[in-house]
């Protein structure tokens, strides 16, 4: 196929939207992207350029509820509604591509974490996972008040939305960027009540299960990421042990592939993926 757009349907009947880019000639391998809250697949342009330059495919999709996938904005019924919807990703992924090529998945943020419980729960047949500022905590506490009112509207009323509160000046030091994800009309800031106690629920889950990883793991962050925590991260990579390959970013906002110095950090995922073809 070319690079351009595809749909496939979730396993409730939603439609979701991907993208996929190609290299020429035949691939080393393919990655497989999950993007982060609010966004979508299509900020990930910068960095299908550089890993299709490098021999690699980038196939990406909305995740539901984002961009121009269908779904209430910012909800999940559940996480497990999320690991069906990569299994479905994955699955499709294989059919485009002929071939018996590696593959690897590769997260940020929100997109990081449900990697990370995705190589956890699923035990998938890949090559390899990325994840970059996962949200495996957050960088901040959350007002008791606002945490409270979603565990019991996570309960009474799951679809329950609320502004997911990011501060966007700490998506990156790179004012250009910060301002093309305010006019980007594909970004929203909605997050429901089930989708924020599973977002935290899964990052203690990933946590406490760390020692059970059994893929290799390319974990990125940025030290200055006020968003979701680099201790968290690290805290991932000790327990997890000599499967986690841990990079941190001196002075890195949310946002490390879109931070000044971005060029480094793609760089070292390449590279990384190179080592695991």
């Known amino acids: 196929m070319q690079d351009g757009t595809f749909n496939f349907k979730t396993n409730d009947g939603l ?26 697949s299509g900020r990930y342009a910068h960095i299908a350029e550089a890993f299709t330059k490098s021999g690699y495919n980038l196939i990406s999709f909305d995740l539901r509820g984002h ?13 497990n509604h999320l690991m069906d919807d990569i299994t479905l990703f994955l ?19 929100l997109g990081g974490l449900l990697v990370i419980n995705y190589g956890l729960r ?3 047949d890949l090559a390899g996972l990325i994840a970059t ?48 994800y305010k006019d980007d009309v594909l970004v929203h800031s909605r997050i429901s009540a089930k989708l924020a106690i599973e977002l935290i629920d899964g990052g203690v889950y990933a946590l406490e299960h760390a020692g059970e990883l059994d893929l290799p793991l390319l ?42 110095g971005k060029e480094e950090v793609i760089a070292c995922m390449i590279e990384w993926l190179n080592s695991h073809i």
């Open 15 to 40: 439609t979701l939207l991907g993208r996929v880019w190609q290299t020429t000639g035949t691939p080393k391998g393919i990655v497989n992207l999950v993007h982060g809250l609010g966004e979508h």
């Open 67 to 79: 961009g121009l996938s269908e779904g209430k904005k910012g909800h999940t019924p559940d996480i």
């Open 91 to 109: 699955k499709k992924s294989k059919s485009l591509f002929a071939g018996d090529f590696p593959n690897f998945l590769y997260g940020h943020s």
């Open 122 to 124: 699923q035990e998938p």
């Open 133 to 180: 500022d996962p949200a495996l905590g957050l960088s901040f506490e959350p007002p008791k008040a606002k945490l409270m009112l979603g565990k019991i509207m996570a309960d009474l009323l799951p679809a329950f939305s609320m502004n997911n509160a990011l501060e966007l000046d700490a998506l990156s030091r790179d004012a250009a960027i910060v301002q093309a």
């Open 219 to 260: 974990l990125m962050h940025g030290t200055a990421d006020r968003i979701a925590s680099s201790k968290a991260s690290e805290k991932f990579a000790n327990k997890a042990g000599s499967k986690v390959t841990l990079r941190l970013w001196e002075g890195y906002y949310h946002e490390i592939h879109n931070d000044i």
